[in-house]
């Protein structure tokens, strides 16, 4: 029983981490200060301040079959412990395609105080959903975008 509530925890997790690996800056600031309400973020310090690397991006042939190294795409990373004075610190991570720091100390530390009970569930209905249904939406955009320019193909066999 506690390796589900354990994997459903981690799970959750990497959820909300593919979320704010995906929204911009402005949203994830905006979303994060709506979350927390006005109230200041607890105090962080660094473990790895924000630092732009580059990552070697994989593909697969016909998106299902063997890997091959696609090429290298810029990387910024970062991860911070919140300082909170009862021992049990969490640590945040964030990594995002991209050259922004300021959006992976964001990202960090909203990863951060979702680890923490008394901010989860403020962060989850205000931070983290809206964001997914955000990032969904425009997946779904995209995707009606790309159906209306499908062509089908079809070939007609001649009866002699």
Do not use: C
Not at 28 to 41: F, I, P, Y
Not at 102 to 119: G, H, S
Request: proline share 4%; hydrophobic share 40%; aromatic share 4%.
């Amino acid at each position: 029983m506690g390796n589900s509530l354990e994997s459903r925890g981690a799970r959750g997790r990497r959820e909300w981490m593919a979320v704010l690996a995906r929204t911009p800056r402005d949203a994830l600031k905006q979303a994060l200060d709506a979350a927390l309400d006005g109230a200041k973020a607890p105090d962080y310090e660094w473990l790895r301040a924000p630092d732009i690397g580059l990552a070697m991006v994989r593909g697969r042939i016909g998106g299902t079959g063997d890997a091959f190294n696609l090429g290298e795409t810029t990387v910024t990373r970062a991860t911070l412990r919140l300082r909170t004075g009862d021992g049990g610190a969490p640590v945040g991570v964030a990594v995002h395609m991209g050259r922004d720091k300021e959006r992976a100390t964001l990202a960090a530390l909203a990863d951060a105080l979702l680890q923490m009970p008394r901010y989860a569930d403020r962060l989850q209905t205000h931070l983290i959903e809206p964001l997914a249904a955000r990032i969904a939406d425009e997946r779904r955009r995209k995707e009606a975008e790309a159906a209306a320019t499908r062509v089908e193909f079809f070939t007609m066999v001649r009866g002699e």
